[in-house]
């Protein structure tokens, strides 16, 4: 079954500062690649989404990157807030079936 | 808010029993996906359901199980509780199973 990573588990990033996330996965089947912004209590919420026939998306401040060859996919945020603190996860997809979920990152904006 | 609603949000309840999770999805959406989130394990896709019929299938164990009713709504039943299914429980709705989903609150289970 497909395997998702996800690094860093923790990143505090001075407000303003951009932050990176990085997930790899196994399987050269998924073709789809959400991420979702978790914050304490809530369930997890869509942010950004790419499908495996485009390289990069962006939607103001969020951007995500496509790597096929390499199976890997980020997530960028530039000019980040204190809101922007939260539990991100990404997660991989063939044709929206099972959904396999990276580990998580915890973002912590600094004021 | 998503427009998923989970029912009930807490639920305390002892070793060896059952209970259900209940799920409304969003209005319109066909394709019903339930998660579960626990400290060890993080995110886990359980089962999917599209229109009344099993979908696809995860990491679900045998004790538990889900359906779809004619009126979308869907039940995740948990049984012979242990201690280790404590953990957060998400549902999740989507349209139709080649779009995003959005998910719910949670019900968070407590088994003692």
């Known amino acids: 079954g497909e395997n998702v990573e996800q690094h860093p588990s923790t990143l505090s990033v001075q407000e303003g500062d951009s932050a990176v996330i990085k997930c790899t996965y196994s399987d050269s089947a998924s073709n789809y690649f959400p991420w979702y912004k978790q914050e304490l209590g809530k369930g997890p919420q869509l942010i950004i989404d790419?499908?495996?026939?485009?390289g990069e998306k962006k939607d103001q401040r969020i951007a995500v990157t496509l790597n096929k060859t390499a199976k890997h996919f980020s997530l960028h945020i530039t000019e980040t807030q204190p809101e922007d603190s939260a539990v991100y996860f990404c997660a991989a997809s063939h044709n929206f079936n099972k959904f396999y979920f990276g580990s998580g990152t915890k973002l912590n904006v600094k004021p | 808010d998503s427009g998923v609603t989970q029912t009930p949000k807490h639920l305390i309840t002892a070793t060896g029993q059952r209970v259900t999770l209940r799920c409304s999805p969003r209005s319109g959406d066909l394709s019903v996906y339930w998660y579960q989130q626990s400290l060890d394990q993080g995110l886990q896709f359980l089962i999917q359901?599209?229109?009344?019929?099993?979908?696809a299938k995860g990491n679900i164990l045998e004790r538990f199980s889900a359906q779809q009713f004619p009126d979308l709504h869907s039940e995740l039943n948990l049984s012979s509780l242990e201690l280790g299914d404590s953990a957060l429980y998400f549902c999740a709705s989507s349209a139709d199973p080649n779009t995003e989903a959005f998910f719910g609150q949670g019900t968070r289970l407590t088994v003692v």
């Open positions: 790419i499908r495996s026939n485009v």
């Open positions: 359901y599209y229109n009344g019929e099993e979908r």
